[in-house]
């Protein structure tokens, strides 16, 4: 998508010092807080926004990095008044991993616990956090939540937050997608990482891009939740399972052929999460060309809407979220007014 096409603004709420400064969240019992938070239904608690001299850790808890391939993201972070802190899966190894699972678990739950660390940046996805979540212990997080950025596989920890303690996380780029020299990247790059610090430091989400004429007509508000469409099939089923009841879903993807992803589209239908949807947000989706003579024959909007015929919730096509360069930080969790018309698609965060 060529930058001319996507409008991007953000609007702060209230005076423009007032969401650095921002650290209320809804209260809730501090035992039995899952089987609390069902039974209440309570809106989505938000971290607290960060203010310049605030710390943002940064961890590996999925694939390999190694320290200077982080140098990027610190100095940029550095440049909007934070404090970084590296954990110790940087640089640490066991063949695809950034360490070994105790490694892993060690690292993000220290930074989980750190009183001084108030948001969690994971350096890139990969594969492993789906080995780990279930010993992670949030007990401490929930009393005192941070922001938590990442995607890709960091889809798994989104969800698990969200429908467990119904927390605010943001779906973003992580540090492996940051220009080398800042100042030298094109505009779509610098746009992206500046949406990171953005929502970071409060900034209302206000998105809105060109109109595909796939797109289904409507207006529908409630939390935006989702990711990366394969790692949430993988959820089903699980503690970390994606329930979108009346919620704006978003899904991107990566290296799937058009089948699989037919498959995967089949699986939220037949269980049920396409019937109660308030909306459909397809990002990016990378597509693996289909093998000589097994043509599929359906493209992506082919199988999206052969799956919508009987619901009347709108659809929006090619929004800049995903494995793609316009990747556009999303606070997940948090109620959105998603309107798609005959002009364009836009995403509001709710006041």
């Not at 943002?56 to 808890?61: E, L, N, S, W």
């Not at 991993?97 to 616990?113: I, K, N, W, Y």
Request: proline share 5%; hydrophobic share 40%.
């Amino acid at each position: 998508m060529r930058r001319k096409k996507f409008i991007r603004s953000i609007t702060l709420a209230g005076a423009a010092l007032q969401p650095f400064f921002a650290k209320s969240m809804i209260p809730y019992k501090q035992t039995g807080i899952q089987d609390d938070l069902l039974q209440n239904k309570p809106i989505t608690s938000k971290p607290p926004y960060l203010k310049a001299g605030d710390t943002i850790g940064i961890t590996a808890p999925a694939g390999y990095i190694l320290p200077e391939e982080i140098l990027p993201a610190v100095t940029e972070m550095k440049s909007w008044g934070l404090q970084c802190k590296i954990g110790a899966t940087i640089g640490q190894r066991d063949f695809t991993f950034a360490g070994t699972d105790e490694q892993r678990v060690a690292d993000l739950q220290a930074m989980l616990d750190d009183d001084q660390v108030q948001a969690i940046m994971c350096a890139r996805g990969g594969y492993g956090l789906i080995r780990i979540i279930d010993r992670l212990d949030f007990s401490k997080f929930i009393k005192k939540p941070k922001w938590l950025i990442g995607f890709s596989d960091i889809t798994v920890l989104h969800n698990h937050v969200y429908q467990n303690f119904k927390m605010a996380s943001i779906h973003s780029k992580m540090c492996n997608s940051f220009p080398d020299v800042f100042a030298q990247a094109d505009s779509q790059q610098q746009e992206t990482i500046l949406s990171i610090r953005d929502a970071l430091f409060g900034a209302k989400i206000n998105y809105a891009i060109p109109f595909n004429v796939r797109n289904k007509l409507g207006k529908a508000e409630g939390p935006l939740i989702g990711g990366n469409f394969k790692t949430l099939e993988s959820l089903y089923g699980s503690k970390s399972s994606l329930v979108p009841d009346q919620a704006l879903l978003f899904l991107e993807d990566t290296g799937e052929y058009l089948y699989s992803i037919d498959r995967m589209f089949w699986n939220l239908k037949r269980s049920g999460r396409l019937e109660n949807l308030a909306g459909l947000i397809l990002g990016g989706f990378k597509i693996k060309p289909d093998d000589a003579g097994e043509e599929f024959g359906k493209t992506l909007e082919d199988i999206v809407l052969e799956k919508m015929k009987e619901y009347n919730y709108p659809v929006c096509f090619d929004f800049p979220v995903g494995h793609q360069k316009n990747n556009f930080a999303l606070k997940h969790g948090i109620k959105h007014l998603l309107t798609v018309s005959d002009n364009n698609c836009s995403l509001i965060e709710a006041v």
